[in-house]
């Protein structure tokens, strides 16, 4: 009987859009094995060594199933940076609604329900004719209320780096406001204490189509913040106190490095 060896890799951690990673599986004593990739092309393989290219920018998770001839079967994920973009597409352009229901968190003021958050899919509904998008409805006027994913730890949100320049972007709409508070990029967890690195406010020019709102920023020298150096869990935060109710819309939420 061959030696059972677990033994997974691939080529590269990061590659430019369009770009390939090799995807190896080094294991001995296989009966059958399995590669997901999320977005990918192909999605799956079967294969002992497969190449894999992504149609849209950000990290994925790839993941890799093994069953040996003992019927004992071990996975391993790999995170490959696709181009410059620091956030998934499925929980930053809610194209997986549990996914991005699980990640994103929300707050409101007097512990009400004058701000509800949902994630909605309609084919070609969300901007750049994505399928899904978030709804956040204004029940009551005049109560604070925010929406962000600062609960969550990497994967799910970005890693900043010194001396960097990023972009931060998001679309929104609604037929009930023309403008809402905030959005800001911010960086806590329990290492680190709160920075705030991007502030946009108020959101203007906002009507029934969807916009695109853009701020860039730079980090400076993160040691005079931060001892590791780089902020690892940059979470983007949305505040609203609206002077009246509807419901506003928002999609591809995107925090990249240009610079």
């Known amino acids: ?10 080529s590269t951690s990061k590659i430019d859009l369009g770009g390939q990673v090799v995807c190896t599986d080094y294991s001995t004593g296989v009966k059958s094995r399995l590669w997901t990739f999320p977005g990918g092309s192909p999605a799956t393989s079967t294969d ?15 993941k890799v199933e093994v069953t040996f001839i003992d019927d004992f079967t071990e996975t391993k994920e790999f995170v490959i940076q696709v181009g410059n973009e620091l956030y998934r597409r499925n929980i930053f352009g809610f194209e997986d609604a549990t996914a991005a229901t699980e990640a994103w968190g929300f707050w409101v003021s007097d512990d009400s329900d004058a701000m509800v958050f949902s994630v909605e899919n309609t084919t070609q509904g969300g901007a750049n004719n994505t399928d899904g998008f978030a709804k956040i409805t204004i029940n009551k006027a005049n109560v604070e209320s925010q929406l962000y994913t600062k609960g969550n730890t990497e994967p799910f949100n970005g890693i900043l780096e010194s001396n960097k320049t990023y972009e931060f972007s998001f679309y929104v709409k609604s037929d009930d406001f023309d403008q809402f508070t905030a959005a800001e990029i911010s960086n806590e967890n329990e290492v ?3 920075y705030n690195f991007a502030w946009y406010s108020p959101i203007r020019e906002i009507n029934s189509d969807w916009s695109y709102k853009t701020v860039t920023f730079q980090t400076g020298d993160l040691t005079q913040t931060y001892a590791e ?13 609206q002077n009246g109710t509807g419901v506003l819309y ?9 610079q």
């Open 1 to 10: 009987m061959d030696e059972l060896i677990f033994d997974p890799d691939i």
């Open 48 to 62: 002992e060594e497969v190449s894999v290219s992504f149609s849209k920018e950000g990290p994925v998770t790839v």
């Open 192 to 194: 680190q204490s709160w």
């Open 229 to 241: 150096g780089f902020a690892n869990n940059a979470f983007t935060q949305f505040k609203f106190l």
């Open 250 to 258: 928002i999609d591809e939420i995107s925090l990249k490095e240009i």
